[in-house]
Protein backbone atom coordinates (compact mmCIF):
# COMPACT_ATOMS: atom_id res chain seq x y z
CA UNK A 1 0.00 0.00 0.00
CA UNK A 2 1.17 3.78 -1.10
CA UNK A 3 0.79 6.59 1.58
CA UNK A 4 1.67 10.16 0.89
CA UNK A 5 4.16 12.19 2.19
CA UNK A 6 5.37 15.69 1.50
CA UNK A 7 3.39 15.57 -1.99
CA UNK A 8 5.30 12.11 -2.88
CA UNK A 9 3.83 8.76 -2.87
CA UNK A 10 6.43 5.96 -1.13
CA UNK A 11 6.38 2.12 0.21
CA UNK A 12 4.16 2.19 3.29
CA UNK A 13 7.69 -0.55 4.63
CA UNK A 14 9.86 2.28 4.08
CA UNK A 15 8.28 4.94 5.94
CA UNK A 16 9.51 5.63 9.37
CA UNK A 17 8.03 7.70 12.11
CA UNK A 18 10.39 10.17 13.15
CA UNK A 19 9.66 12.02 17.01
CA UNK A 20 12.78 14.29 16.62
CA UNK A 21 15.48 15.19 14.12
CA UNK A 22 18.90 15.88 16.54
CA UNK A 23 21.72 17.70 15.87
CA UNK A 24 25.01 15.76 16.03
CA UNK A 25 25.90 17.72 19.01
CA UNK A 26 22.26 16.52 20.61
CA UNK A 27 22.75 13.39 19.35
CA UNK A 28 26.34 13.10 21.46
CA UNK A 29 25.07 14.47 24.42
CA UNK A 30 22.10 11.53 24.22
CA UNK A 31 24.72 8.80 23.56
CA UNK A 32 26.83 10.10 26.31
CA UNK A 33 23.89 10.24 28.67
CA UNK A 34 23.10 6.67 27.33
CA UNK A 35 26.18 5.47 27.45
CA UNK A 36 26.95 6.76 31.39
CA UNK A 37 23.59 5.60 32.43
CA UNK A 38 24.66 1.81 31.35
CA UNK A 39 28.04 1.80 33.11
CA UNK A 40 26.55 3.97 36.04
CA UNK A 41 29.48 5.91 36.15
CA UNK A 42 29.99 9.68 34.56
CA UNK A 43 31.57 9.48 31.08
CA UNK A 44 34.28 11.95 31.19
CA UNK A 45 36.67 13.82 28.91
CA UNK A 46 40.63 13.28 28.77
CA UNK A 47 41.37 16.90 30.38
CA UNK A 48 39.16 15.46 33.55
CA UNK A 49 41.24 12.24 34.04
CA UNK A 50 44.09 14.08 34.11
CA UNK A 51 42.45 16.10 37.52
CA UNK A 52 41.98 12.58 38.61
CA UNK A 53 44.83 10.63 37.70
CA UNK A 54 47.49 12.89 36.16
CA UNK A 55 50.45 9.92 35.90
CA UNK A 56 47.99 7.65 34.61
CA UNK A 57 47.01 10.07 31.74
CA UNK A 58 50.11 10.96 31.01
CA UNK A 59 51.00 6.96 30.27
CA UNK A 60 47.93 6.68 28.34
CA UNK A 61 48.19 9.87 26.29
CA UNK A 62 51.82 8.41 25.21
CA UNK A 63 50.55 4.96 24.17
CA UNK A 64 47.52 6.35 21.73
CA UNK A 65 47.97 7.40 18.26
CA UNK A 66 48.81 11.60 18.12
CA UNK A 67 47.61 11.56 21.40
CA UNK A 68 44.24 11.62 20.78
CA UNK A 69 43.23 10.17 23.67
CA UNK A 70 39.14 11.33 23.78
CA UNK A 71 38.80 9.82 19.73
CA UNK A 72 40.24 6.45 20.53
CA UNK A 73 39.12 5.62 24.44
CA UNK A 74 35.96 5.88 26.84
CA UNK A 75 36.73 7.24 29.94
CA UNK A 76 34.60 6.87 32.73
CA UNK A 77 34.72 8.15 36.42
CA UNK A 78 33.00 6.31 39.34
CA UNK A 79 32.73 8.80 42.26
CA UNK A 80 30.77 6.28 44.52
CA UNK A 81 33.23 5.87 47.48
CA UNK A 82 33.95 8.63 49.15
CA UNK A 83 37.64 9.71 48.82
CA UNK A 84 38.39 7.36 46.30
CA UNK A 85 38.13 8.57 42.33
CA UNK A 86 37.55 5.53 40.19
CA UNK A 87 38.12 5.45 36.89
CA UNK A 88 37.64 3.21 33.90
CA UNK A 89 38.65 3.49 30.79
CA UNK A 90 37.82 1.35 27.77
CA UNK A 91 39.77 0.93 24.36
CA UNK A 92 38.62 -1.37 21.54
CA UNK A 93 40.25 -3.26 18.64
CA UNK A 94 38.30 -5.39 15.95
CA UNK A 95 38.18 -8.34 18.39
CA UNK A 96 38.37 -7.23 21.72
CA UNK A 97 37.67 -4.53 24.65
CA UNK A 98 39.99 -3.78 27.30
CA UNK A 99 38.95 -2.35 30.41
CA UNK A 100 41.60 -0.62 32.38
CA UNK A 101 40.60 0.39 35.96
CA UNK A 102 42.41 2.01 38.48
CA UNK A 103 42.40 4.46 41.39
CA UNK A 104 45.60 6.91 42.72
CA UNK A 105 45.08 6.85 46.39
CA UNK A 106 46.50 9.78 48.73
CA UNK A 107 48.10 7.84 51.09
CA UNK A 108 48.27 4.09 49.59
CA UNK A 109 49.07 2.70 46.86
CA UNK A 110 46.41 2.73 44.33
CA UNK A 111 45.45 0.32 41.79
CA UNK A 112 45.57 -0.65 38.45
CA UNK A 113 44.26 -3.04 36.44
CA UNK A 114 42.95 -4.80 33.27
CA UNK A 115 40.17 -7.22 31.63
CA UNK A 116 40.02 -8.45 28.11
CA UNK A 117 36.60 -9.26 26.60
CA UNK A 118 35.43 -10.64 23.17
CA UNK A 119 33.56 -8.07 21.12
CA UNK A 120 31.95 -11.05 20.04
CA UNK A 121 30.73 -14.93 20.51
CA UNK A 122 31.71 -17.97 19.91
CA UNK A 123 29.39 -20.63 17.91
CA UNK A 124 27.20 -21.55 19.97
CA UNK A 125 27.85 -19.47 23.01
CA UNK A 126 25.83 -16.56 24.27
CA UNK A 127 28.28 -14.93 26.21
CA UNK A 128 31.77 -13.43 25.49
CA UNK A 129 35.38 -14.65 26.73
CA UNK A 130 37.48 -12.24 28.96
CA UNK A 131 40.42 -13.13 30.73
CA UNK A 132 41.81 -11.19 33.52
CA UNK A 133 45.06 -9.34 32.37
CA UNK A 134 47.93 -7.94 35.00
CA UNK A 135 47.10 -5.78 38.01
CA UNK A 136 48.57 -3.81 40.86
CA UNK A 137 50.01 -0.98 42.45
CA UNK A 138 48.92 2.40 40.48
CA UNK A 139 52.42 2.51 39.04
CA UNK A 140 53.98 3.03 35.31
CA UNK A 141 55.46 -0.74 36.08
CA UNK A 142 51.55 -2.47 36.22
CA UNK A 143 50.45 0.04 33.16
CA UNK A 144 53.48 -1.25 31.34
CA UNK A 145 52.55 -4.70 32.20
CA UNK A 146 48.90 -4.13 31.32
CA UNK A 147 50.06 -2.87 27.49
CA UNK A 148 52.14 -6.01 26.78
CA UNK A 149 49.79 -8.24 27.75
CA UNK A 150 47.27 -6.51 25.62
CA UNK A 151 49.59 -6.77 22.38
CA UNK A 152 50.74 -10.27 23.50
CA UNK A 153 46.31 -10.67 23.49
CA UNK A 154 46.24 -8.94 20.28
CA UNK A 155 49.25 -10.88 18.61
CA UNK A 156 47.71 -13.73 15.82
CA UNK A 157 49.54 -17.20 15.74
CA UNK A 158 51.79 -17.41 12.66
CA UNK A 159 50.74 -21.11 10.60
CA UNK A 160 54.11 -20.92 9.00
CA UNK A 161 55.69 -23.63 11.10
CA UNK A 162 52.69 -25.57 12.43
CA UNK A 163 52.91 -29.62 12.02
Keep these: M ?3 INDSIVEEHSIREVDLVETFT ?3 EH ?3 RLSEKKGSTLIKYEELIEVAPEFAIWLKELILYGRVDDQVLIYLDTKEPGINRFNCLLYTTDNTYSISG ?3 INAKGYLGCIASTRKSNVGEDWNRG ?3 PDGGYSKETFDAIISRIVAYELKTLQLWRK
Design 2 to 4: KKP
Design 26 to 28: EYN
Design 31 to 33: LKR
Design 103 to 105: YKA
Design 131 to 133: SDL
